[in-house]
């Protein structure tokens, strides 16, 4: 069964649930001969919850017997984690640097795959009660920002973005992962946040979405690796191979993922 941690801190605080496979398997196997089998420890960025939910669930439909716990916070968070020691088995951040912080410390298992892009795009509460239309709206004396604190790379990219508006952001708050962010629209804390587009769109009705040029300055390249002291490396590797094999692919384009290759490197 897939089962959701909430971990330490910058995580969207769900609880552990079940789910059931759909049998939507698209047959990767993990390119070693070795069946998966067993339970594996996913840490993923928390902008990726609903897509990887659907693919644990698939990956359990295609692979009897399996088990994915997923742990969703913010990229920074998770790498510090890792870092430190907690048991992972598969890491998929929201951006390259925090992998690459991953890699330095030798505890990537082989070499990261790129597998989806993303851009940041604003959030409003339902009817907009500010009346944001525009990035620069953001800047508005009076406007309550909430953006993502800067080591997380939501809120890497929305620096990027203001700097290359010549705009100067003062939110009110920093958050440690974006579904935080989102949360403060939804409940009428905040005028606007700086959300990912997907985010956007999971969202459904809980908030508006106003996009804006100056976006496509910040675009995060996603990657994802197997963690070298994971204690189940071949069904480790099944899941990599699953995110960025077509069925992974179908299922983070219809989240509103870009392809891999829209990337521009490390953010």
Avoid: H, W
């Avoid at 990887?52 to 698939?58: G, K, V, W």
């Amino acid at each position: 069964m897939v089962l959701l941690l909430a971990v330490l801190s910058g995580c969207a605080g769900v609880g552990a649930t079940p789910a059931a496979g759909n049998g939507n398997g698209n047959g990767n196997g993990n390119g070693n001969g070795t069946k998966p089998a067993g339970a594996i420890t996913v840490f993923a960025a928390a902008s990726l919850k609903q897509a990887f939910t659907e693919l644990a669930r698939t990956f359990e439909a295609q692979y009897p017997g399996t088990t994915v716990t997923l742990s969703f916070a913010g990229s920074s968070d998770l790498a510090s984690q890792i870092s430190q020691g907690a048991p992972a088995d598969v890491f998929a951040s929201a951006d390259t640097a925090n992998m690459k912080k991953v890699q330095d410390a030798g505890l990537a298992d082989g070499t990261p795959e790129d597998f989806a892009t993303n851009t940041l795009a604003i959030a409003v509460p339902p009817g907009n009660p500010a009346g944001v239309a525009s990035l620069k709206d953001l800047a508005r004396p009076g406007i309550k920002l909430v953006t993502c604190a800067s080591q997380v790379p939501c809120g890497a990219a929305a620096a990027k973005v203001a700097a290359a508006a010549g705009l100067t952001l003062n939110p009110v708050s920093e958050e440690n992962a974006v579904t935080d962010v989102l949360g403060k629209v939804a409940s009428g804390e905040a005028d606007a946040g700086l959300v990912y587009g997907t985010d956007i769109k999971a969202a459904g009705t809980r908030v508006a979405g106003i996009q804006f040029p100056e976006s496509g300055s910040a675009v995060n390249t996603y990657p994802v690796v197997g963690v070298a002291g994971g204690r189940n490396k071949p069904t480790a590797q099944a899941f990599v191979d699953l995110v960025t094999g077509p069925e992974g692919q179908r299922v983070l384009a219809a989240a509103g993922f870009g392809p891999a290759n829209a990337g521009s490197g490390s953010k």
